[in-house]
């Protein structure tokens, strides 16, 4: 049964620094990665899709890697902002045809 | 939203009795889904659905039931609550089982 782990749960650091939230799944042959935002009392917005061909994924300052072999993949936050503070979470599928797992997130708070 | 909406946002039930939650969708896409998100445990998939009236269980789908016999509306329902169904429960839809999948707003469920 994939697992997938986020670690830390929680993270706090000043704004400006840049940063890197890790996401490490069980099973390594898996079809693709998404990475989600949810702020408090909200649902989850995608941020980045990464496909099990694919190694990274950009949008604005936030990048996304893959190392499906170590089963491994990183969002990295730069310049980070007091807005950029939510709950991050990764989500695997195994295949095509099933749903996404997804890891319990980890919750970023960027201090002004 | 991604043009998704669900109705109640926030409910108050007794234990026991039948609980309807309901999705509705403006963008016509193939699959939608239920999520139960609780602390410690993460988001958990319940049902989804690949088609009009078509539909699978997901990883605690015990206790819950749904239907969709509209492309745009995706029903989970509880027939008889239980205080461990006390959540917040989201529904997402996708193009896809594999792609990127687009959240409600979530529905505060509390059964005493």
């Known amino acids: 049964k994939q697992e997938v782990t986020q670690i830390p749960a929680a993270l706090s650091v000043p704004e400006g620094e840049n940063l890197v939230l890790n996401c490490s799944f069980t099973?390594?042959?898996?079809?693709?990665l998404q990475w989600f935002r949810q702020d408090p009392g909200k649902g989850l917005t995608s941020l980045l899709l990464?496909?099990?061909?694919?190694r990274e994924q950009t949008s604005g300052r936030l990048n996304a890697s893959l190392d499906k072999s170590s089963g491994r993949s990183t969002l990295y936050i730069a310049a980070s902002q007091p807005g950029d503070s939510a709950t991050y979470l990764c989500?695997?599928?195994?295949?095509?045809?099933?749903?996404?797992?997804f890891g319990k997130g980890t919750r970023l708070s960027v201090i002004a | 939203d991604a043009g998704i909406t669900q109705s109640p946002r926030h409910k108050v039930t007794e234990t026991g009795t039948p609980v309807t939650l309901r999705c509705h969708q403006t963008?016509?896409?193939?699959?939608m889904y239920w999520y139960r998100q609780d602390p410690g445990h993460g988001l958990r998939l319940i049902h989804y659905?690949?088609?009009?009236?078509?539909?699978d269980k997901g990883e605690v789908s015990d206790g819950y039931s749904v239907s969709r016999s509209k492309t745009e509306d995706f029903l989970l329902t509880l027939e008889s609550a239980t205080s461990s169904q006390t959540s917040v429960y989201f529904c997402?839809?996708?193009?896809?089982?594999?792609?990127?999948?687009?959240f409600g707003p979530g529905t505060r469920l509390t059964v005493t």
């Open positions: 963008e016509n896409h193939r699959y």
């Open positions: 990464i496909q099990s061909s694919q």
């Open positions: 659905s690949y088609g009009v009236k078509d539909t």
């Open positions: 099973d390594s042959a898996i079809y693709n």
């Open positions: 989500a695997v599928t195994h295949s095509g045809n099933t749903p996404l797992v």
């Open positions: 997402a839809i996708s193009d896809g089982l594999a792609l990127e999948q687009y």
